[in-house]
């Protein structure tokens, strides 16, 4: 069956660490993968795409990588603050050789840093 | 900016009550989703469309469906609500699939949500 898997429900780590969360996912073929923000009460929030071809993508504090081959992404935040504490989704197109996206969503990391 | 205003944050109905869940979107984008959202099971896609009366379903549909009939809103239906679907419900938009040589990231834009309560 076609699964998507963030192996850590809740992840707790110190202030100026690097935060590392594992999205993994079985019986897909992913053209690119997405990772969203979401904070209590709230809708997620967009913060990276990495496509196939790409190993790795960065975006200030953030990196993403991506191993096709492994099928696994792992998203790090470097230098981590309180205030990335929040909700970590990863995302990816379980429809690629449809003619519509249809956007499927792991469960979620919980990121709590802690001061 | 990008706004996807679903109509209601909060809601209170009882069993086999018929409930609509209405969301607008003012960017033009062609794809519009339904998720709603649980402890320990994260997003699940009930139902999503890629263009005006076009729909198609999700991972758990059973119990729900939809109506396009403008391109900036989408409607969830609940036909007799049961207390196994209180929940919150989340609306997302975007524009078309990512391809190769476009610039569209694919990000979706969701709505605050509106949490459904079945009694």
């Known amino acids: 069956s076609q699964k998507i898997e963030q192996n850590s429900e809740a992840l707790n780590i110190q202030e100026g660490k690097t935060a590392t969360l594992t999205c993994n996912y079985t019986?897909?073929?992913?053209?690119?993968l997405q990772w969203y923000r979401q904070d209590p009460g709230r809708g997620p929030v967009f913060l990276l795409l990495i496509r196939e071809n790409e190993k790795e993508k960065r975006k200030e504090r953030l990196k993403v990588t991506f191993d096709t081959t492994l099928k696994q992404s792992l998203f790090h935040i470097t230098a981590s603050q309180p205030a990335d504490s929040a909700t970590y989704l990863c995302?990816?197109?379980?429809?690629?050789?449809?003619?519509?996206?249809?956007?499927?969503f792991g469960s979620g990391t919980r990121l709590s840093i802690r001061p | 900016d990008v706004k996807v205003t679903q109509s209601s944050r909060y809601l209170v109905k009882r069993t086999g009550e018929k409930v609509f869940l209405e969301c607008v979107q003012d960017m033009d984008h062609e794809n519009m989703f339904w998720y709603r959202q649980d402890p320990g099971l994260g997003l699940r896609l009930i139902y999503f469309?890629?263009?005006?009366?076009?729909?198609e379903k999700g991972d758990i549909p059973e119990g729900y469906s939809v109506s396009r009939e403008k391109k900036e809103r989408f409607s969830l239906i609940l036909e007799s609500a049961s207390t196994n679907q209180t929940s919150m419900y989340l609306c997302?938009?975007?524009?078309?699939?990512?391809?190769?040589?476009?610039?569209?990231?694919?990000?979706?834009?969701f709505g605050e949500g509106s949490r459904l309560t079945v009694l």
């Open positions: 997302a938009s975007s524009f078309s699939r990512v391809g190769s040589g476009r610039t569209n990231t694919g990000e979706l834009f």
């Open positions: 469309s890629y263009d005006v009366k076009m729909k």
């Open positions: 019986n897909y073929s992913p053209a690119y």
């Open positions: 995302a990816l197109d379980g429809s690629r050789y449809s003619s519509a996206s249809k956007i499927i």
